[in-house]
């Protein structure tokens, strides 16, 4: 199969599906709602599996990218259709592929209106976030980058809460306006270098001043979309108004677009840049950690203190990033891949008690133990991996960022310690009030536990929490090349750069 072009297969199969939901006629509503969810289910399910080769194949032992595809799009500006997948981003098209049937199954019974457009909305999502993944041109990669933005504002707009429209437009503008930025920087590095090409981008060596204005540009986009304090506040907004599998996804998948783009672009591409900035990176990630962290003490709505904890962690990719060492950039991936798991597996119970009573509120709960243990137990493990338990996923990647930071800078890892603390306060506080103490609510004395298709969408994030705990190879020797690769680039980059600067001071 090496010239089959699998990644293409896997990128746009969702799409397929789509165009089949879109051809479903029938005239009872009823049965085209329902052969929609089957399609989806079945189209991305099928898709998952197909991405597995990707995994199984994968040969650890090299940095370069892998299931190359490349053919000419518009030569006259000399785009290219450019696919490839390294150590770091095949994780995450695997991420993606097995999110979006679970996200497909847990809409079942809760998306009842426009059901059709609802799924044909999550499976273009699917092709553009696996399409942002394998991208290796810049205008492929922007197409993609942006393109999520439509499907995502469709399904928190059209399928979301009271205050649908407002999350929906201010989660638009908010990455609109950095991504604009991040275009013009595009077209100075096509006309700096003559290509568009990644992977020769990779290796091209911008001049120091404009690394610095490039870096700039790229991280007006990143921010937003990690996100980063302050550019945060669009997401408590977009989580709360989301209907359940779209909160999955935004935490899931699409708040990784940020950290992915800082190891793809950012830290190769703008080396020097990057050094001078890492003070900066981690000044705004150690407030997010403990003020994130803070706030989300303080809420009352599930879904929100969930939201504020993503962006809590997502501070530690951020720190990890910018440790430019092995265990941190790994740890950093590992927490992003981590929370995509646990994070997903969250706001996905938060949607089983939700679809029950129909509250977020905190104070709506308590003595859910009585009524629903299974639930409990699920909840108290994905708790528990939320705050790093060792056992589970979160506890690998932040311990590989506490130790890789601690190399660097022994006060910025004291202070990310702290966020762990503080991550064990707002969860086991959440946790208590909604699970123990008495059942006082009556609306919850007659809800059943989960029904079997709820344990199906359960189980495979469950599994996977646990692999990824217990056997972390499985996961750090895929990436293992890749990343020392990255960190060999930039450091020679910088010594390069310290080198020419110590011969001009000797010559001056």
């Given amino acids: 199969m090496s010239n089959f072009p699998i990644l293409s297969l896997v990128t746009f199969m969702p799409l397929a599906g789509a165009l089949f939901v879109l051809m479903i006629r029938d005239s009872d509503p009823e049965i085209v709602a329902s052969n929609a969810r089957y399609v989806a289910l079945w189209s991305s399910g099928l898709n998952f599996l197909v991405s597995l080769y990707l995994w199984f194949n994968f040969d650890n032992s090299t940095a370069d990218f892998q299931y190359v595809e490349k053919a000419e799009w518009m030569p006259v500006l000399g785009l290219t259709y450019h696919m490839g997948v390294d150590g770091i981003s095949v994780l995450f098209v695997l991420l993606t592929t097995l999110l979006t049937p679970i996200c497909i199954l847990a809409s079942w019974d809760s998306i009842t209106d426009r059901v059709q457009e609802y799924m044909i909305s999550f499976l273009v999502l699917e092709t553009l976030m696996v399409g942002m993944f394998c991208a290796l041109d810049l205008m ?23 205050r649908r429209v407002y999350s929906s437009f201010k989660l638009f503008l908010y990455t609109l306006t950095g991504s604009v930025l991040m275009l013009l920087a595009m077209f100075a590095m096509f006309i700096e270098s003559g290509t568009t090409d990644i992977t020769q981008l990779l290796v091209y060596n911008f001049s120091e001043k404009l690394q610095t204005w490039l870096w700039l540009a790229f991280f007006a986009s990143f921010a937003v979309k990690v996100p980063m304090w302050p550019l945060h506040t669009w997401l408590p907004d977009a989580h709360v108004e989301a209907p359940t599998a779209g909160s999955v996804i935004l935490a899931g998948v699409l708040l990784k677009f940020g950290g992915y783009g800082m190891l793809r672009f950012s830290l190769p591409m703008f080396p020097l840049a990057s050094a001078d900035f890492t003070p900066l ?35 530690f990719v951020t720190i990890g990033v910018f440790t430019t060492t092995v265990q941190g950039i790994e740890g950093a991936i590992y927490v992003m891949l981590s929370h995509g798991v646990v994070s997903a597996a969250l706001f996905l119970l938060v949607g089983v008690v939700y679809d029950r009573i129909h509250s977020r509120k905190i104070a709506d709960y308590g003595g859910l133990v009585h009524r629903l243990p299974a639930y409990a137990m699920i909840f108290m493990l994905f708790m528990l991996a939320s705050v790093g338990l060792p056992g589970t996923g979160s506890f690998v990647g932040e311990f590989l960022v ?34 123990f ?3 006082t609510n009556d609306s919850l004395r007659k809800i059943t536990d989960m029904s079997p298709r709820e344990w199906a969408v359960f189980t495979p994030l469950i599994i996977l929490t646990l692999w990824m705990g217990i056997y972390p190879p499985s996961f750090l020797d895929v990436m293992h090349v890749s990343v020392d690769n990255l960190i060999n680039q930039v450091e020679l980059a910088q010594s390069a750069a310290h080198t020419l600067a110590q011969s001009m001071d000797v010559n001056h």
């Fill in 281 to 315: 990176i981690y000044t705004l990630s150690i407030i997010a950690v403990i003020y994130t962290s803070l706030v989300a003490l303080v809420q009352e709505d599930m879904k929100k203190l969930i939201a504020y904890s993503s962006v809590a962690h997502m501070g």
């Fill in 437 to 439: 103490g008495k059942l």
């Fill in 140 to 162: 492929v990669f922007y197409i993609f980058f942006e393109g999520v933005l439509i499907p995502m504002f469709l399904i928190i707009g059209i399928w979301g809460g009271p």
């Fill in 402 to 435: 506490l130790l890789g930071v601690f190399q660097v800078n022994a006060w910025v890892s004291a202070l990310a310690g702290l966020g762990v603390i503080l991550g064990a306060s707002y969860m086991l506080y959440l946790y208590r009030r909604v699970v």
